[in-house]
């Protein structure tokens, strides 16, 4: 009874000094009400990361600008292999796009104070391609800012020697960085279209 007693005393103590408490035995936080398999951290607050500790954030986060970069056109830039499974460039596309949906949509639920913007840029995918891109969005219920290349934009700033798939690339980063660099308040977020993501990356990478 007494150390049960002790044990919620020193537990109110360390919430009033801002300190936290691993309970190695059951593997909880008492103080942070979790378990260690938990995202222990606090948005704008603090980082928590075991096992190297807390850092006090300093710098508080306003806004994420996420800038996916697709091309479903090209199978793989600047090589003549096939991807794996060997399925069309907008398979890959797709999915990849899907999962960060996934992944931003769980973000706007949980970091509310947040404002996360999706802008995607797209090397001129066909009518079909953007219409599924389009029902992902719907079914996500998230209104990007979609911007369809225009390579002529960059004639007088890209060197063309020839081979218009490395224009067409070169095109499209230079895009996104230019997005970057007019468009976004705070913090950016660059996105190939070939890579699946967790539920979890946007929440992670924002909290840690």
Known sequence: MIKRLFKKFFIIISRFLDFEIIDQNQFTSPTLNKSLTENLSAINKKSIVL????????????????????????????QNKARIFNKPKSEYTLRSLNSLLNSLQKAKTLLQNINLNLTIVDDNSDEAVMKKINLLLSRWKIVPNIINLNKNEFDDKIINEGNPETFGNLASLLKCFLIAKNETEDLIFFVEDDYLHKDTLIEEMLMT
Request: overall charge positive; aromatic content about 8%; hydrophobic content about 40%.
């Open 51 to 78: 096992p190297l500790g807390e850092v006090k954030i300093k710098r508080k986060i306003n806004s994420l600008n996420i800038i996916f970069r697709s091309n479903t056109k090209v199978n793989i830039w600047d």
